[in-house]
């Protein structure tokens, strides 16, 4: 079993989500994807939404309060309680701060950081080709895992979307803030020795089976 908080790192089209996926449905622990709870914020209007949506459309991040908050509430859940993964969180050394001081607060341990490694030829192709199934979330990709009928869901249907920051002008944006923002935290995670890097590159199988064994040692 992997210390109780996981954190994945990773720049945008590293593949986080669909490992942290494999990962929480492995152990029964929930994924705290930050993009998803603000996409999710976005189409209901709510006032969280309307206050990240430009930021989002830009490919900049949401300021640090904001997602803080989101973060702090959700992990005080019950089924946090056994433990969780934090998906896109956090990304500033302000933010990576405040789990540390959640965590020393709760009496956890220190967390365990994946940091996903993806060539930047590779991201942009990920982020380019990705269509996601308006009615069931499932995740295509138009270079590597097309539908078997452009634009349609294998599993429902569904017509295939692309994420509105995936365009080609929001994915630079989003890429400078990584690399400006979000890289420091690596070594910040390196100094405490809780980091693990894991090779991106692969094929999401061969990377959830890596990731799986490596955490059922830990
Ligand atoms: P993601 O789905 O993780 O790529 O996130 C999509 C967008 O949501 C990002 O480009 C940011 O605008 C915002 N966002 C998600 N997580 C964070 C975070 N931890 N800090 C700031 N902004 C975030």
Same mark, same amino acid.
């Given at each position: 079993?992997?210390?109780?908080?996981?954190?994945?790192?990773?720049?945008?089209?590293?593949?986080?989500?669909?490992?942290?996926? #494999?990962?929480?449905?492995?152990?029964?622990?929930?994924?705290?994807?930050?993009?998803?709870?603000?996409?999710?914020?976005?189409?209901?209007?709510?006032?969280?939404?309307?206050?990240?949506?430009?930021?989002?459309?830009?490919?900049?991040?949401?300021?640090?309060?904001?997602?803080?908050?989101?973060?702090?509430?959700?992990?005080?859940?019950?089924?946090?309680?056994?433990?969780?993964?934090?998906?896109?969180?956090?990304?500033?050394?302000?933010?990576?701060?405040?789990?540390?001081?959640?965590?020393?607060?709760?009496?956890?341990? *220190?967390?365990?950081?994946?940091?996903?490694?993806?060539?930047?030829?590779?991201?942009?192709?990920?982020?380019?080709? *990705?269509?996601?199934?308006?009615?069931?979330?499932?995740?295509?990709?138009?270079?590597?895992?097309?539908?078997?009928?452009?634009?349609?869901?294998?599993?429902?249907?569904?017509?295939?979307?692309?994420?509105?920051?995936?365009?080609?002008?929001?994915?630079?944006?989003?890429?400078?803030?990584?690399?400006?923002?979000?890289?420091?935290?690596?070594?910040?995670? *390196?100094?405490?020795?809780?980091?693990? #890097?894991?090779?991106?590159?692969?094929?999401?199988?061969?990377?959830?089976?890596?990731?799986?064994?490596?955490?059922?040692?830990?």
């Amino acid at each position: 079993m992997p210390a109780n908080a996981l954190i994945f790192l990773g720049a945008p089209g590293a593949g986080k989500g669909t490992q942290a996926r #494999e990962v929480a449905t492995h152990f029964g622990i929930p994924q705290i994807s930050t993009g998803d709870i603000l996409r999710d914020a976005v189409k209901k209007q709510t006032p969280l939404g309307m206050a990240a949506k430009a930021k989002m459309e830009a490919g900049a991040l949401v300021p640090d309060e904001v997602v803080c908050g989101i973060v702090e509430e959700r992990i005080g859940e019950p089924d946090c309680q056994k433990g969780f993964i934090l998906d896109g969180f956090p990304r500033t050394i302000a933010q990576a701060q405040f789990v540390d001081r959640v965590l020393q607060a709760k009496g956890r341990g *220190r967390p365990q950081v994946l940091d996903i490694e993806v060539d930047e030829d590779l991201l942009l192709k990920r982020l380019t080709g *990705r269509r996601t199934c308006s009615v069931c979330g499932e995740i295509y990709n138009v270079h590597f895992s097309p539908p078997k009928v452009e634009g349609i869901c294998d599993k429902d249907g569904g017509k295939l979307l692309y994420r509105a920051d995936d365009n080609e002008a929001t994915i630079r944006q989003r890429l400078e803030a990584y690399h400006r923002q979000t890289s420091p935290l690596i070594e910040y995670y *390196r100094a405490q020795g809780v980091l693990h #890097e894991v090779d991106g590159n692969k094929d999401p199988e061969t990377i959830a089976k890596g990731l799986l064994e490596f955490l059922s040692q830990a």
